[in-house]
């Protein structure tokens, strides 16, 4: 079993930036790779950020050269910052993690960019 915790989500205006930080307990040894998703207001839960433990990153389209995913090992911790954030950013942002057989998911932090 993995337990995530997300922290870091809040109000912030237009072009401004947040970080989400998101720190794995338990089997943290068996993670594959780790990454948020978001999911806005009657809309489907979207991959925004993944990174591998190898630190391979991919981004969604909407995101690309606005935010960045790294990974501490040593702290079993995953960041996401966000730069020059949009109204459209505005979503609950979820962690995920993968293992070979299972998939594992935070409670969620909600960010708003709204002026």
């Known amino acids: 079993q993995v337990h995530l915790v997300e922290s870091g989500g809040g109000l912030v205006q237009p072009g401004g930036s947040l970080r989400l930080s998101c720190a794995a307990s338990g089997s943290t040894r068996s993670i594959d790779a780790m990454g948020w998703y978001r999911q806005a207001p009657g809309k489907q839960r979207e991959l925004v950020a993944i990174i591998t433990n190898r630190g391979r990153a991919n981004f969604a389209n909407s995101v690309e050269g606005r935010f960045t995913i790294s990974r501490d090992g040593a702290k079993n911790t995953v960041y996401l910052q966000m730069n020059s954030l949009k109204p459209e950013d505005s979503a609950v942002y979820y962690c995920?993690?993968?293992?070979?057989?299972?998939?594992?998911w935070g409670q969620g932090t909600q960010v708003t960019v709204s002026s």
């Open positions: 995920n993690a993968k293992t070979l057989s299972n998939v594992y």
